[in-house]
């Protein structure tokens, strides 16, 4: 989209506005209808792993609370204010996109990059923990209980759900990259900013995961 | 042409510092609520707070308030057969044992 020429010296065609929209509200809204159809397949993408999670955790309540045990609630829970506060930076960016904000804009998306990378950088922590404790699935489980092979079974969905999870950050990190230098270039501003907004949707969207995952895989069962 | 319209209308930056300090509070809500015996209530108090944060998100952060109709259909959608592939294998799962006991 961004190789589209302007008209020279003319306002009367928007550079971003591609031919076979009628304006820039018919293609913003037709951006986010699309994005939110993308994200509908996501949603049950992820609701797969959420099902298969719950069934098991309805026949093995006590291996679950046995699993949940093992993660790092403190870590957990600075992961969760992590992701929030990039959400909030991410909201902020297409806030500031809308105003035509190009510095503000990138530096919002900046922040957002900057948070997605700590919350990677904890989750790779807590992975080595997982790691040095025996309960990597497979190979290396040397983790010992009564419980121990439903244990397992839980840690395979923990990094089955929370891996696919880091992978949509990791794409999303890339994302925020390209973005952040689109900003830089100016393109964004009160007229067309429907990029950015769809970052953010996409961005917010692996928050949701995570808001989920953090009560059902470091919460739940917890009390016992 | 279409210069001086705009696609929204801008939100508040002090909407959107408010809806983080309530998912702030919630995430420090839902850790208190799981680290405290609630009897068979801390799963859906602990699902219950996740969805109120996923619906700050999704409301405010995702601008679904602001959003069409035909999106507000296809955020619905998603939902629903989110539901549906829920209840239906639950409906499986959860009865299976009826027949021994």
């Known amino acids: 989209m961004s190789d589209v020429t302007p008209p020279a010296g003319e306002h009367a065609h928007h550079p971003f506005l591609q031919h076979h929209f009628e304006d820039l509200t018919q293609q913003h809204e037709a951006s986010t209808l699309g994005m939110w159809m993308f994200l509908s397949t996501e949603i049950l993408f992820f609701g797969g792993l959420f099902l298969a999670y719950a069934v098991y955790r309805v026949s093995y309540e006590a291996a679950w609370a046995e699993g949940a045990h093992h993660q790092n609630l403190l870590l957990g829970t600075i992961n969760t ?20 904000r190009r510095i503000a804009t990138f530096v919002t998306l900046g922040l957002t990059f900057i948070f997605g990378s700590v919350f990677l950088i904890i989750k790779g922590i807590e992975y080595h923990a997982h790691y040095v404790e025996g309960l990597l699935p497979g190979a290396y489980f040397t983790y010992h209980s009564p419980l121990a092979a439903k244990v397992e079974l839980f840690m395979v969905f923990y990094f089955s759900m929370t891996g696919l999870h880091a992978l949509h950050m990791v794409i999303g990190a890339g994302l925020l990259l390209y973005f952040m230098w689109r900003a830089w270039r100016g393109d964004f501003g009160p007229e067309y900013y429907s990029p950015v907004e769809i970052m953010g949707l996409y961005w917010h969207f692996i928050d949701i995961v995570w808001i989920f995952l953090f009560a059902m895989l470091y919460l739940i069962g917890r009390h016992h | ?37 609630l009897g068979i209530l801390n799963t859906p108090v602990a699902l219950a707070i996740a969805t109120v944060k996923a619906a700050l998100v999704i409301l405010f952060f995702m601008h679904a308030i602001h959003s069409t109709r035909l999106t507000w ?17 639950f409906a499986d799962y959860l009865t299976r044992l009826w027949a021994i006991q």
């Open chain 2, 1 to 37: 042409m279409t210069e001086h319209q705009p696609q929204h209308q801008v939100a508040s930056i002090w909407m959107y510092v408010g809806v983080f300090l309530a998912l702030l509070v919630g995430t420090w809500l839902t850790v208190f609520a799981a680290v405290h015996d």
């Open chain 2, 73 to 89: 259909v296809v955020i619905i959608g998603s939902f629903l057969w989110l539901g549906v592939l829920f209840v239906l294998t």
């Open chain 1, 81 to 100: 204010a992590v992701l929030i506060s990039s959400s909030l930076t991410m909201a902020l960016a297409v806030y500031f996109s809308q105003l035509g």
